[in-house]
């Protein structure tokens, strides 16, 4: 069965850090694209980075741009998001997504761009 399984959200305090896991079960994520998102209390899911198969990323909120980072494991099945120097702002649920289509050279920043997701983890940053 396929599952993608969400770890490491929690409350931090603005200008701390996070990481978050994204662990896959019934499927090789070496060969799938992964994406990040989160959605904000009142507002609607918004792409953050994604990562192809072959390493390379993109970041879609230009807001994260210089704090967080996308980067794969595939000896762990993993795919992870460093988020640093926090901001209230960034407080949400956060989920990632994979998907296998053009997964060597491209990965999505929208939501129908990907077949399959995890379950959600809050991050919320508040002093």
């Known amino acids: 069965q396929l599952q993608l399984v969400q770890s490491g959200g929690g409350l931090v305090q603005p200008g701390g850090s996070l990481r978050l896991s994204c662990a896959a079960s019934g499927i090789d994520l070496a060969y799938d694209a992964i994406g990040w998102f989160r959605q904000a209390p009142g507002k609607e899911r918004q792409g953050v980075l994604c990562i192809t198969t072959r390493g390379d990323s993109t970041t879609y909120a230009d807001s994260v741009k210089g704090r967080f980072t996308i980067s794969r494991d595939n000896a762990k099945n993993t795919v992870y998001l460093q988020m640093n120097n926090l901001k209230p702002e960034d407080t949400a649920v956060y989920y990632c997504?994979?998907?296998?289509?053009?997964?060597?050279?491209?990965?999505?920043?929208?939501?129908?761009?990907?077949?399959?997701w995890g379950q959600g983890t809050q991050v919320t940053v508040s002093s």
């Open positions: 997504a994979g998907t296998n289509r053009d997964s060597d050279v491209f990965c999505s920043g929208l939501s129908a761009g990907y077949d399959y």
